[in-house]
């Protein structure tokens, strides 16, 4: 899986990315990392790439030229034309099953604006998906792509030290994921649930199924339209209403 960025600032990717998890995915070769600077295809001395909005209006906007220059590099590099994702807030907002269908792609690319957007004649060019990551508008592409990157990566075989945690974490099955715990058995008066040291593990699964459930239904109900549930689900919930 191979993630390219294209940006006005590659070492704040470089920075995010190569750290931690993904860092570690990144040095072992399970995910490469392409970031490309946007300036270097400025096709001037100085770097420019913005300009004055037509119409008027406040800010600049980022030039077609050296997004479309930069964007031509990365398929001269893989052979063809991939998907490309543009991070706005007007895009489709960002959830668990985009993730999953991305992780699919040999190759991502990102694209990350400034100021006050890009010519919207190289969005329609190159432009496959556009994503936000939630309704707020931040100063650039940067932080959305890593969000993108750090989630998209982690369900790539290989990248998780333990495969099965991406598989039964939060948003399994649209499900909010159980409470955890750890030693030691009693921390100020609380204690783990007893069931969790009865060493039945079909138990275990069943208590932590309906934590899921219980979780979901209190923190974030809108979830449940969509929660793959199995008949032993619906019936723990219709007891819930008595």
Avoid at 48 to 70: L, T, W
Avoid at 191 to 211: D, F, M, T
């Amino acid at each position: 899986m191979n993630f390219h960025v294209l940006t006005l600032f590659p070492e704040m990717i470089q920075q995010g990315v190569n750290t931690s998890i993904t860092g570690r995915a990144v040095n072992n070769g399970i995910i490469g990392l392409n970031t490309i600077n946007i300036r270097d295809y400025a096709g001037n001395k100085y770097g420019q790439v913005d300009d004055y909005p037509y119409g008027g209006g406040a800010g600049m906007v980022m030039q077609a030229g050296p997004v479309y220059r930069s964007y031509e590099m990365v398929v001269k590099e893989i052979g063809y034309n991939p998907r490309v994702i543009y991070l706005t807030p007007q895009g489709k907002v960002f959830n668990q099953n985009m993730a999953e269908e991305f992780s699919k792609e040999k190759n991502l690319v990102f694209l990350c604006g400034h100021y006050e957007g890009i010519d919207e004649r190289v969005l329609d060019m190159i432009v496959t998906d556009r994503v936000s990551i939630g309704d707020y508008v931040l100063t650039g592409g940067e932080l959305p792509s890593m969000v993108m990157i750090d989630a998209i990566s982690r369900l790539i075989p290989g990248v998780l030290s333990n495969d099965v945690s991406a598989e039964f974490e939060t948003f399994h099955d649209n499900l909010l994921e159980y409470p955890q715990y750890t030693r030691p058995e009693e921390f100020m008066g609380q204690k783990v649930p007893s069931i969790l040291l009865s060493g039945n593990h079909a138990k275990v699964n069943q208590w932590r199924r309906e934590q899921s459930i219980l979780r979901t239904i209190e923190n974030r109900p809108d979830l449940m339209k969509d929660a793959k549930l199995t008949e032993e689900d619906i019936n723990f919930i219709k007891t819930l209403d008595k």
